[in-house]
């Protein structure tokens, strides 16, 4: 579990070692959600970026073409 302290501008630091295992780069969008009182950050990825994510997951005719970016 890492720590981190809100700044004056209500900023955060996310540490080296959760940016390294999610992968994170300066410039990457996330989805905030707030549940609960917990507050989560999710990467927005590609579609492409997550193929073999979840295998066995048949993605065939998941979604119309012209839903896809």
């Known amino acids: 579990m890492e720590t981190v302290t809100v700044s004056k501008k209500y ?3 996310i540490p ?4 390294k ?10 989805v905030a959600i ?3 009182g917990i507050i ?6 590609p ?3 997550t193929e073999g994510f979840i ?5 065939k005719n998941l979604r ?3 839903d896809r970016n």
């Open 16 to 19: 080296e070692k959760l940016r």
């Open 47 to 49: 579609i492409k970026d």
């Open 11 to 13: 900023q955060i630091v």
């Open 21 to 30: 295992q999610s992968g994170i780069k300066p410039g990457d969008k996330m």
């Open 64 to 66: 119309d073409e012209s």
């Open 34 to 36: 707030a549940k609960h």
């Open 40 to 45: 989560q950050y999710i990467p927005i990825r």
């Open 55 to 59: 295998l066995g997951l048949d993605t």
